[in-house]
């Protein structure tokens, strides 16, 4: 049995251990960087998806699955965009113990696949726009030091929305409608972000813009948690995806891509969860409740019969409750189900089936409330609501608390050792500042403000008038 302590001070090990302690992983498959997805994991993984597809569904968006393999002469056009990603693949050449007719990709992402497609549907201004999505694995050679959800060889789920349109600004309009389903999205977990607009040298090649989110993990270390790509016509062009216009002419389409992943849910846990393991909000919890009926010899039978019927009235009225009859302690199963971080406990024993209530307790204060039967769905309804609002809070403001400003480089060391870990500084746009930047303090630039409020402000490194207001900060 596992206990979760220390999570500022040694967050990579808690986090290992609520992982695997609270059954949402087993790290131990013998390929780095590839996980095994255990039942409880895998159902708050999916209730997460359910949540980003019923967004993307409600803008318009239509679900499709392509193939996990690429043929060589395709991935060779994405490559040419996707900067990176000619060393992080991996390849098939064999089936059998024929070599296959061609080299094969397994996919690192989809563009591919998916555009080649787009080439064959669009026709004219008629088929447009043209909106997909798919959520499936990724495969990736990553030679960093990986880290489970956060920095893996097979990413699932990856979820990647690809969008078609007509003109620049129906393009523009969608990126708008992206940036708001993310950010509906990061709401109803709750987690608290950062949203920047991407410098220019992490656009894929011929891209008009990009929008990234960042989220504060407590480590200090900021987090991506979703982007948003214009990627105007760069692809068109190299997969030949044009339509007629309303005038009888020609034109490449305007494109759009987004992503999301399992960081989702790596930032949820390490937001939100505390020294005793998970605290899920209560979108995505596989439970809501959890009934544990406390039994000894006397009035056992009594107590049962009460802790069953509670269980019905809940599952009539919509919650999605469990009833705990295993044979073990009140402490262990306490123990079990605090780790997994179910919103409410409800504790059942003799002393509450002879006065008609019920002990409520909350799993992210923990804290216990006496309530009368008659008042128990209202109750359990209000703490619910609560849940979620006060993680939100809470998030937000130790995220508030690790946000600083410097105006020069030398000022970096003394605010990250306050404790400020994302730092707002002027920035000329240079890359020669870029790279000092980064070389003297171990941070990088993140993104850009979205509101570009330089007024009579001095890039940090050389002094020159400031172009844009930069974030800093420590990254995965």
């Known amino acids: 049995m596992l206990v979760f302590q220390n999570k500022q001070k040694r967050f990579g090990e808690w986090y290992r251990e609520v992982l695997l302690d609270a059954g949402v992983l087993d790290q131990r498959f013998p390929l780095k960087g590839c996980n095994v997805w255990k039942e409880y994991g895998t159902k708050i993984m999916q209730n997460i998806m359910v949540l980003l597809e019923n967004l993307l569904e409600q803008t318009g968006h239509s679900k499709m699955h392509f193939p996990l393999l690429i043929p060589e002469n395709l991935f060779g056009k994405e490559s040419q965009h996707l900067r990176g990603f000619e060393d992080q693949v991996f390849w098939v050449n064999r089936a059998g113990k024929r070599k296959t007719s061609r080299k094969l990709v397994i996919r690192p992402t989809s563009e591919t696949a998916i555009y080649y497609m787009f080439s064959l549907w669009v026709r004219s201004h008629a088929d447009l726009p043209m909106k997909v999505y798919q959520t499936v ?9 990986t880290k489970p959800l956060i920095r893996d060889r097979e990413m699932w789920p990856f979820n990647e929305a690809h969008t078609v349109h007509a003109t620049p600004e129906e393009a523009e309009k ?49 987090l991506e948690t979703g ?69 000894y010899a006397k009035g056992a039978e009594e107590v049962l019969n009460y802790a069953r019927m509670i269980d019905r009235l809940l599952k009539e009225k919509g919650f999605t409750a469990t009833l705990d009859q295993r044979e073990l302690t009140p402490g262990e199963k306490f123990y079990y189900w605090e780790k997994r971080g179910i919103p409410i406990r409800l504790e059942v024993g003799l002393l509450e089936t002879e006065h008609r209530t019920v002990t409520i307790v909350q799993r992210h204060t923990l804290q216990r409330k006496e309530a009368p039967l008659e008042d128990l769905v209202r109750e359990i309804e209000e703490a619910l609501n609560a849940l979620d609002q006060d993680l939100l809070t809470r998030a937000e403001s130790l995220m508030k608390e690790d946000m600083g400003s410097v105006s020069n480089l030398a000022d970096v060391p003394d605010a990250v050792e306050k404790g400020k870990t994302i730092l707002e500084v002027p920035f000329c746009g240079e890359n020669n500042c870029k790279l000092l930047v980064e070389e003297e303090t171990d941070m990088e630039i993140i993104g850009f403000s979205m509101e570009r409020n330089t007024a009579r402000r001095r890039c940090l490194v050389c002094v020159k008038e400031a172009k844009e207001t ?6 995965y």
């Open 470 to 475: 930069a974030y800093l900060a420590a990254t």
């Open 137 to 145: 694995s990724v495969f990736r050679l990553e030679t960093k030091s």
């Open 174 to 222: 969608q990126i708008e409608i992206g940036i708001q389903v993310y950010k509906e999205l990061l709401t109803r977990l709750p987690l608290p972000y950062l949203l920047v607009k991407k410098p220019e040298w992490e656009l894929f090649p011929g891209a008009l813009s990009a929008y990234e989110f960042y989220t504060l993990m407590p480590d200090g270390k900021v």
């Open 227 to 295: 982007s948003v790509n214009n990627l105007g016509q760069a692809f068109s062009k190299v997969f030949n995806i044009t339509f007629e216009k309303y005038d009888g002419t020609r034109d490449y389409a305007h494109q759009t891509c987004y992503g999301q992943s399992e960081r989702l849910l790596a930032s949820v846990i390490a937001v939100h969860g505390d020294d005793h393991g998970l605290v899920l909000p209560t979108s995505i919890a596989p439970t809501s409740v959890v009934i544990v009926p406390i039994l």
